[in-house]
C-alpha cells in the first residue's frame, strides 16, 4: 500500500526538480539578435526581454521602427537596420552584432520577420509573387541563421525559427505556406 504512494512522491519530486532545472540564470549575460522588431511579434518579443534584463540586439527593417522601439526600452536594446533579402545587409548586420557580442557569441538568433502577402488563389498569382514571399520568409531567414552560427557556437545558443502551421498544412494559396513549409524543414535540418 505505501509503496504505490512512495513512487507517486518521488515522481512528482523528480518532477519539481525537473522543472526547476529548466529556469535560466544570468540572464543578464547573455545577448539575442531578433530580425523584424518593427512591429507585431518581433517588437513585442523585443521588450520583454529587455525588461527581462537581456541584451536584446534588435533588427528593424526601418529607421522609424528603430527609434520607436528603442523609445519604448531600456539602454539594454540596441537597434539595427536589417533587410533579409539584402545579403549586403545582412552581412553589416552580422559584422555589427559579431562587434558587440566579442567573444562571448550569441545565446539566442529569432528569425521573426515575415511577410504574409500576396495570398490569393494560385492562378491570380506571378512568379514574383512567390518569390517576393519566399525572398523574405525563407531565403532571407536562411541567409542571416547562416551567417549567425558562428556566433551561436560560440555561446552555444539557440536559433528560433519562428513558423506557422501553414508550413505542415497548407491552408490557402500563394507564397506564404510553402515559405513556411521551407523554414519547417531548414529547421529540422538544423537540429
Known amino acids: 500500500m505505501w509503496l504505490p504512494l512512495l513512487a507517486a512522491l518521488g515522481l512528482i519530486l523528480l518532477y519539481r526538480w525537473y522543472k526547476y532545472s529548466l529556469i535560466l540564470d544570468n540572464l543578464t549575460d547573455k545577448y539575442v539578435f531578433i530580425t523584424g522588431c518593427d512591429s507585431g511579434f518581433g517588437n513585442l518579443l523585443a521588450k520583454k526581454l529587455d525588461k527581462r534584463g537581456m541584451k536584446v540586439l534588435a533588427a528593424c527593417l526601418t529607421e522609424t521602427g528603430a527609434e520607436n522601439l528603442k523609445k519604448e526600452a531600456s539602454s ?3 537597434t539595427t537596420i536589417l533587410n533579409v533579402t539584402n545579403s549586403e545587409s545582412v552581412s553589416s548586420a552580422v559584422k ?7 567573444d562571448q557569441g550569441l545565446w539566442g538568433l529569432v528569425n521573426n520577420a515575415g511577410i504574409g502577402t500576396p495570398t490569393a488563389p494560385n492562378e491570380w498569382l506571378t512568379k514574383d509573387d512567390f518569390k517576393k514571399i519566399l525572398d ?6 536562411i541567409d542571416v541563421t547562416l551567417n549567425m552560427l558562428p556566433l551561436i ?13 501553414a508550413g505542415r498544412v497548407a491552408i490557402f494559396g500563394g507564397g506564404y505556406c510553402p515559405s513556411k513549409y521551407g523554414v519547417e524543414s531548414f529547421s529540422d535540418s538544423l537540429r
Open 153 to 165: 557556437r560560440r555561446a552555444r545558443g539557440r536559433v528560433v525559427n519562428v513558423s506557422s502551421v
Open 96 to 102: 555589427w552584432v559579431n562587434y558587440i557580442v566579442s
Open 76 to 78: 539594454r536594446l540596441q
Open 136 to 141: 523574405v520568409n525563407l531565403l532571407g531567414l
